[in-house]
Every structure is written in C-alpha cells, then in structure tokens.
C-alpha cells in the first residue's frame, strides 16, 4: 500500500501549485534556448508535459513550444499547422487567464517575431501597454528583467516608453 502511495505521488504530473519559481526560470531559459535548438524545444516540451492541463501559463508555453517546433520543421504545410496549433494554445492560455502578465509577455514576444504575413500581430499594441502599464507592480524581478530587456530590444516602444524601461532597468 505505502508503495502504491509512493508511485501514485511522484508520478502524478504537477499542478499549477507546484510550479516553483526555480522551475519556472528554467522554462523561461528553456524558451529561449528553444528558438534556436530543436533539442531545448523538445526538452521544453518534455519538461512542460509533467504539468496539468489545467493551468494557463504552462498551456501557454505549450503553445510557444509548439510554434517554435515549427520554425524547426522544413515542411510549409507541416509548419503552418503547427504555428496554428501552437497559436489555438496561447489564445486558449490567454481566455482563461487574461489577467497573466506573464502570458501577454509570451504573446507580446511571439507576435514581435514572426513575419507579418503570418497575420499575428493584432495584439502588439494591447500587450504592450499591460507590459509597461503593469511593470511596477510586478513582484517577479526575473520576468520584470526578461520583459524590460525584450521590449527595450524590441524596437517598438515610444520615446516616453524606452525612457522609462531606461529607468526600471537600473532600479
């Protein structure tokens, strides 16, 4: 009985609770090394698979993975199914949780980075003034780091914008 009990605890995938910061900085670093290595985006995907399907933010870096999953395919079709299957799980992400800074941050960084003709770019606008309107509150100095230096590398923030990122960046 007490090794049933075992197996079923540690084998359960994680819920949206036992997502520690620790575990999230290594998705987020996974993110990144993902765009340019299909081996980090299968990692990324591998480790996202141990979380429920119940929590926002990680079917929003399913959906990230799954898009950049694309970009590694050679296939126009393949690729075109999987940027709509990763795009259904950001949007989806977003409906459920349209209050996650975090979210907007992974759209808004999406959206800056596939071509235009691919017609997902409505919502640069929008997230990006969450992202600046809401960068004070923000508790998690990581995701602020991550966030300031995306968008300040970005090149789509005003002059009023930039000198305040200027400024949050040196506090």
Not at 95 to 104: C, F, P, V
Request: proline residues 2%; aromatic residues 8%; hydrophobic residues 45%.
């Amino acid at each position: 009985m007490k090794l049933l009990l075992f197996l079923f605890t540690f084998l359960m995938p994680l819920s949206a609770s036992d997502i520690d910061k620790n575990a999230l900085i290594n998705i987020r670093n996974l993110l990144v090394k993902a765009a340019d290595s299909r081996k980090a985006n299968k990692e990324l995907q591998t480790v996202l698979a141990n979380y429920s399907n119940h929590n926002s933010l990680i079917n929003g870096y399913r959906g990230a993975a799954v898009m950049i999953e694309a970009k590694h395919m050679f296939n126009p079709l393949s690729r075109w199914n999987k940027f709509k299957q990763g795009k259904a799980l950001i949007e989806d992400a977003i409906k459920a949780d349209g209050s996650n800074y975090e979210l907007r941050y992974l759209r808004f960084a999406i959206q800056t980075n596939i071509p235009a003709v691919l017609g997902y770019s409505a919502n640069i606008e929008s997230d990006k003034k969450v992202l600046i309107n809401q960068m004070e509150s923000l508790n998690d100095f990581d995701l602020r780091k991550r966030v300031i230096n995306y968008l300040i590398a970005a090149k789509v923030c005003t002059h009023e914008e930039m000198a305040k990122l200027k400024l949050w960046k040196n506090k």
